[in-house]
């Protein structure tokens, strides 16, 4: 306690040698010291209403905090059982009637606010008090108690947030390294979702984030969404967000109540998650009847604003890692994109224990093309001989542009034979080179057979290739 209740104090110690019983002080100021040095506030409190039955006399006393407009019993001691039900039921209007100064009865309640500096913090209960205290004294002591409780409990919430806001920004910088460091989306998500809970205490939740064509996706959920339930929460999401008063895109946090959920959980705080090009999703959190005040939700909005940089941060690096591996003029792989495939590939089919082929693919008269149509035809020609390329091939299989008019298949899975030299005949009329009076020339190579490496590989295809464009162009050579 501080110098303005010490003072309080005081006065209480000289009303009561004046004419208040000197044990009704001596339990006040035991008990305040032995709040004192109660870390937890709650055991503080029950403390105080423990020893208010003794101090006033009465068979129920009760603190009742203030959260979200809403007076929620805190702590409550009592004499006989049969008062705690009625008194954990009972709510509180906004407005509390004034201690009065003439004799009250023995059923007679007094609910007194607990204020301090105009700020409300819950309500007092004393009920059913068998002494009769008729005189102004007994007021004014009863209301010195309550601006002494109200400070006690103040300064003890300022404590907790501050405590908690500590807390939080700690978990916030420590989150800062970690998320800014996530190698995926899907990395960056899940450890965000962790983090959250974490410095929300939040039961679970889960990333919306817009996919391809505009379509909403739940990612990544977390805490107890992330285990199999009954309860097909993944329906209900998509059902809301189909809503035409859905408030998806909405830069602003939003909530809504939900019912009928195996969790008794009451609502879901919706927030943006917003970088550099907009609103692109939305972190959604589930929230068993707790409420977010200003100050939680001053860090969440600090914390969403980390991932949506994080999240940014990776999609960029991913554009740039895309841009560098892809040929600009076609839209396939690249010489450099290629290699990397390919060295990925020959990985995965040594533990599949397989088989792929390795195509070297040169156009046939495309310098001619060039020469008497001009360069902006020859591009055509090859944007659209790149994509029949990419068409004709399954999606597992690697196409790519490695030079002018040179492009290089890997068909995955498949061993060289009449069969396979099938499929690659099967591709080349898939290209459709008659349309610009084109033809290629291909050289083929097997893995593991014939190289175990890129470099192997490619140089092995490229010589077939050239040894079919010497005997004659249009040949497929594989051996």
């Known amino acids: 306690m501080k110098g303005e209740e010490s003072v309080q104090l005081q006065s209480i110690e000289k009303r009561v040698s004046s004419g208040h019983s000197p044990s009704c002080a ?10 004192n040095r109660e870390e937890n506030l709650l055991k503080a409190l029950d403390l105080f209403t423990q020893r208010s039955l003794v101090l006033f006399d009465c068979d129920v006393a009760a603190i009742y905090l203030l959260e979200q407009g809403k007076y929620k019993p805190f702590s409550v001691s009592f004499r006989d059982d049969k008062d705690r039900e009625t008194l954990m ?14 004799a009250v009865e023995t059923d007679e309640e007094w609910v007194l606010a607990l204020s301090h500096f105009g700020k409300t913090l819950g309500a007092y209960v004393l009920k059913g008090r068998r002494s009769h205290c008729r ?46 460091r996530a190698d995926s989306e899907e990395q960056l998500l899940s450890e965000a979702g962790e983090m959250a809970m974490e410095i929300l205490f939040l039961p679970g939740g889960f990333f919306l984030l817009e996919g391809a064509g505009g379509t909403w996706e739940i990612r990544s959920p977390f805490g107890r969404l992330k ?15 189909s809503k035409e008063e859905c408030c998806l895109r909405s830069a602003k946090v939003h909530f809504f109540d939900i019912e009928n959920n195996p969790f008794t959980w009451e609502r879901v705080w919706i927030h943006p998650l917003q970088t550099h090009s907009g609103v692109v999703g939305e972190l959604w959190l589930m929230n068993a009847g707790k409420y977010l005040n200003d100050q939680e939700q001053e860090i969440l909005t600090a914390f969403i604003r980390v991932v949506g940089v994080a999240l940014e941060t990776i999609r960029q690096r991913e554009e740039l890692a895309r841009l560098a591996n892809t040929d600009r003029l076609t839209g396939i792989l690249n010489r450099q994109g290629f290699e990397q495939r390919v060295r990925e590939e020959i990985a995965s089919t040594l533990r599949r224990d397989s088989r792929f082929l390795f195509l070297v693919l040169d156009l046939d008269r495309f310098k001619q093309l060039n020469d008497t149509l001009g360069h902006p035809m020859g591009d055509r020609a ?22 002018g008019d040179e492009f290089t298949v890997v068909l995955t899975d498949i061993a060289l ?33 014939e190289g175990r490496t890129y470099d192997e590989l490619y140089r ?20």
């Open 89 to 102: 039921l009972r709510e509180f209007s906004q407005d509390f009637r004034e201690i009065g100064t003439e």
């Open 382 to 403: 090859l944007k659209e001989i790149a994509q029949n390329l990419r068409c004709a091939v399954r999606e597992q299989d690697i196409v790519a542009r490695t030079g």
């Open 26 to 35: 001596e339990i006040l100021l035991s008990t305040i010291q032995e709040m």
């Open 460 to 479: 092995l295809a490229d010589q077939r290739l050239y040894r079919g464009k010497n005997s004659g162009k249009g040949n497929i050579i594989a051996d």
């Open 227 to 241: 285990q199999e339930m009954e309860w097909d929460w993944r329906t209900w999401v998509r059902q809301y967000i």
């Open 135 to 180: 005189d102004e004294g007994s007021a004014v002591f009863v209301k010195q108690v309550i601006s002494i409780i109200s400070s006690f409990i103040f300064e003890r919430i300022l404590k907790i947030d501050s405590l908690s806001r500590e807390q939080a920004l700690t978990l916030l910088l420590r989150g800062t390294e970690i998320l800014v």
């Open 417 to 449: 034979n009449e069969e396979s030299l099938t499929v690659i005949e099967r591709m080349r009329k898939s290209m459709h080179l008659e349309v610009y009076n084109l033809g290629v020339s291909i050289g083929v190579a097997e893995f593991p057979t």
